[in-house]
């Protein structure tokens, strides 16, 4: 008896600490990550995290997730394809780049200090009341009334301005004014040297990234590059990228083109040769037709131009061929339902292939087309065989799958505004015809006019 109370307030002990354990390590976790307030001065807060973004604090890293208070001595790093926004004072802003890391902290003088130790980072603060210092590698400035991004890589530091005018410290002292228009490049020598330069910001030279974030953040009104001119420098990348895809995908046809063109310049050089006679040679050869000896005229005649006439006709056959385009515009309308870490996959402006032509042979169909572009395009595509319906189902475009916005949600695909009821593999595709895929998110297609309901 004395064995068994013994045995029972052992256990019971037990549980207690337990349960001990259980609550320090919950309030350690806790009060690392905030969760019962940062435990310090809270200088910005995460907002809109995309794909793998690791914070860490007091030694201890984890993920960022959003809504978390940053302090001093938080290291935000942002891995391949993530990026993170987060937010500073009243209205401002601070976008990382993927590959980038940064360290927050405060001055001296109780100023926010940004330090960007590689990567890069754009600011909207044009509107920040408060001073904040931004160092990158080891330049600093006043960021506080700019728009502004700061690009830190291997040996070569540079500061592109949008809006406002700040005076930049080098890493050797040297000092120069900034202003919105302008790109400063610091390069350090073998010698650990620099070489300061200021030069004229061209809009050609910005990468997607900045070029994205210059569009939309609050004060894209007020830059130096209008929504307009920045908008044309992305459609004419995309402009130049569907050119090499369609170059690549259309090869044989462009190669049959040029062909012919060749063949037609050639035939119409020997017409040329022939009609350069003398109208006495014409005047002889036509009365050697029509006496009946017009054998060595027409021998001439035929070597020189009838056979490449109509070998031209025999040789090449009509070209098929289609358009393809791959969009997600409904997801941009249904973020916050996206599976975390999905948001690197979709477009600013939700088009994931712009339209392209694609030539295709007798009895393609809309799933062969769709595999041949994305493998051309870099496009990552997955799909399963489903024996039921005898065709493949696309479970994958550019990483975003089925269920990725919704249980309702994945890949729909329509031929000349139609949306088949049977698989991509069965529809046999005909010249001139348009497909179009694309994501829907709520109604089973109903959202991208398709379902029902």
């Known amino acids: 008896m004395e064995t068994k109370r013994k045995k029972r307030l052992l256990n019971g002990l037990m549980a207690v600490l337990i349960v001990i354990i259980a609550v320090c390590a919950v309030l350690a976790v806790g009060s690392l990550k905030g969760w019962f307030g940062a435990g310090g001065k809270s200088l910005m807060n995460s907002e809109t995290v995309s794909g793998v973004v690791n914070i860490e604090r007091k030694g201890v890293a984890y993920s960022l997730k959003s809504g978390v208070e940053l302090m001093t001595g938080d290291v935000v790093e942002t891995k391949q394809?993530?990026?993170v926004e987060l937010a500073v004072g009243d209205g401002s802003i601070l976008v990382l780049d993927e590959n980038t890391e940064l360290t927050i902290g405060e001055d001296s003088e109780g100023s926010l200090q940004i330090c960007v130790k590689k990567g890069g980072a754009f600011a909207d603060l044009l509107n920040m009341g408060e001073n904040v210092v931004l160092q990158f590698g080891d330049n600093q400035l006043s960021a506080s009334g700019n728009v502004?991004?700061?690009?830190?890589?291997?040996?070569?530091d540079t500061l592109y301005m949008f809006g406002g005018e700040t005076d930049v410290t080098a890493g050797d002292g040297t000092q120069e004014t900034v202003s919105a228009g302008e790109t400063m490049q610091i390069l350090t020598q073998e010698d650990g040297e620099k070489e300061v330069s200021v030069s004229e910001l061209q809009?050609?030279?910005?990468?997607?990234f900045v070029l994205i974030q210059a569009q939309k953040c609050d004060s894209k009104n007020e830059l130096c590059f209008s929504a307009a001119q920045l908008q044309k420098v992305i459609d004419d990348r995309e402009a130049e990228k569907m050119a090499a895809l369609e170059e690549s995908l259309n090869a044989e046809r462009i190669a049959l083109e040029e062909a012919k063109r060749q063949d037609e310049s050639q035939a119409g050089a020997g017409e040329t040769e022939m009609?350069?006679?003398?109208?006495?040679?014409?005047?002889q050869d036509t009365q050697a037709v029509l006496s009946g000896e017009e054998d060595a005229a027409d021998e001439n005649y035929v070597e020189e131009y009838v056979p490449q006439q109509e070998g031209s006709g025999e040789q090449y056959e009509d070209?098929?061929?289609?358009?393809?385009?791959i969009r997600c515009d409904t997801i941009l309308d249904n973020m916050k339902d996206l599976s975390r870490g999905k948001e690197a996959y979709v477009p600013a402006n939700g088009c994931i292939l712009s339209t392209s032509t694609v030539e295709f042979n007798e009895g393609d169909t809309v799933f062969d087309v769709l595999e041949r572009v994305c493998n051309y395009a870099g496009i990552q595509l997955e799909y399963a065989w489903t024996p039921l319906y005898n065709s493949y189902y696309i479970e994958g475009i550019n990483h975003l799958y089925e269920f990725d916005c919704g249980n309702e949600s994945g890949w729909m695909y329509k031929v000349n505004g139609w949306f088949p009821n049977y698989g991509c593999s069965s529809y046999e595709l005909e010249d001139g015809d348009v497909i179009v895929w694309t994501y829907t998110c709520k109604g089973l297609g109903a959202d991208v006019g398709g379902g029902v309901g």
Do not use: K, N, P, V
Not at 148 to 156: K, R
């Open 81 to 83: 394809g993530s990026s």
């Open 319 to 325: 070209i098929l061929e289609c358009t393809i385009e």
């Open 148 to 156: 502004l991004f700061a690009d830190i890589q291997s040996g070569s």
């Open 203 to 208: 809009a050609q030279t910005l990468s997607e």
């Open 275 to 283: 009609t350069d006679g003398s109208e006495t040679d014409l005047t």
